[in-house]
């Protein structure tokens, strides 16, 4: 399995964003794909993730109401839109690959498998 993450970049407090992640080698409908973020000195934080086994969406609270998880149709690429940004959401933003997980590792990065290479999301004040 890999993932390709883009759609990074430099905006401003109040801006939108919308990263990508490609997958590519087969990701099956037990996947579960998601969104990590790791700022500078910092431990890597779950954001977002859509699991395959039960085709549900989970969000860390601090991204609630501002972030959106979703994929395509034809399930290869999956999107993370980032609405009303903050400057503590900068970071390097990972997408990440993990089969069969069960509810309690979602957050947990070290249930997932397969890591793209991350792209970095700056917010200004």
């Known amino acids: 399995v890999q993932l390709q993450a883009s759609g990074g970049g430099l905006v401003q407090a109040g801006d939108s964003l919308r990263l990508s992640c490609a997958t590519s080698g087969g990701t099956s409908r037990t996947y579960t794909i998601a969104w990590f973020r790791q700022a500078p000195d910092k431990e890597r934080e779950f954001v977002a993730a859509f699991r395959g086994s039960s085709r549900t969406t989970h969000y860390a609270d601090s991204v609630k109401g501002r972030f959106t998880i979703s994929r395509d149709n034809t399930e290869n690429t999956m999107f993370l839109q980032m609405n009303s940004l903050k400057p503590e959401d900068t970071g390097v933003y990972f997408c990440?690959?993990?089969?069969?997980?069960?509810?309690?590792?979602?957050?947990?990065?070290?249930?997932?498998?397969?890591w793209g290479q991350g792209t970095q999301v700056t917010v200004s004040s």
């Open positions: 990440a690959a993990g089969d069969r997980l069960i509810l309690s590792s979602l957050r947990v990065p070290a249930y997932y498998s397969f």
